[in-house]
């Protein structure tokens, strides 16, 4: 199972102002290509109940799951699976990829069980000096650049793969 984390982070590593910010219109063009491209490809996508309740509707042509501790949602499947627990069944329900679409605390809760692969970063040409980092917890992981290209506008479109054999000292 292929499981990679997706975000859109500004310079200073913020991936949003707030909880409450929902909008995303300081994201390119170029990352809200790349996230339905592999999004879609996957099939299937993974959220915090924050970051779904900041969508107008669930995201078509993917199947959205989403962890809760006590809501559900229309249009989503929620789940309080161990991360692992959570790869199997989906992995018997034919899925090959999963995309875990944030926030922090999903980011976090899926690198710390040591079960992403790729992390595909977008790297946006402003800062926010304050806001929600991309994760949650200390997640010391060292990353591998696999690709890098970058945008006429400054926009850094990176994908890594996560070493989870090398711990960082
Ligand atoms: N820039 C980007 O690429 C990007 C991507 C995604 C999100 N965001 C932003 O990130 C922000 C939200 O991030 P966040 O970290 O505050 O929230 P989040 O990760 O989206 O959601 C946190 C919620 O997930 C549930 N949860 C967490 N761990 C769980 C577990 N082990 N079992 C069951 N449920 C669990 C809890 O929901 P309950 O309280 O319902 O139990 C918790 O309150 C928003 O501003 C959003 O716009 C940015």
Redesign the pocket.
């Known amino acids: 199972m292929n499981c990679f984390i997706i975000?859109?982070?500004t310079a200073d590593g913020y991936?949003?102002q707030?909880?409450?910010?929902?909008s995303f219109l300081w994201?390119s063009k170029e990352d809200k290509k790349r996230f339905i491209e592999l999004t879609k490809r996957a099939g299937v996508i993974v959220?915090?109940?924050?970051?779904y309740a900041?969508l107008p509707k669930p995201l078509k042509d993917r199947v959205n799951i989403v962890?809760?501790?006590?809501?559900n949602f229309e249009g989503a499947e929620t789940t309080?699976d161990a991360p692992a627990e959570l790869l199997k069944k989906l992995e018997t329900r034919g899925f090959k990829e999963v995309a875990i679409?944030?926030?922090?605390?999903?980011y976090s809760?899926f690198m710390n069980a040591k079960v992403v692969n790729k992390i595909f970063l977008t790297i946006e040409p402003l800062v926010f000096g304050s806001g929600?980092k991309l994760f949650?917890e200390e997640s010391p992981f060292k990353l591998k650049l696999l690709n890098m290209e970058k945008t006429e506008s400054g926009t850094l479109l990176l994908e890594y793969e996560v070493d989870y054999l090398n711990p960082v000292k």
């Open positions: 975000a859109a982070i991936i949003a707030n909880e409450s910010q929902t994201t959220m915090g109940s924050t970051t900041s962890y809760s501790r006590s809501k309080q679409c944030g926030g922090a605390h999903i809760l929600i949650s």
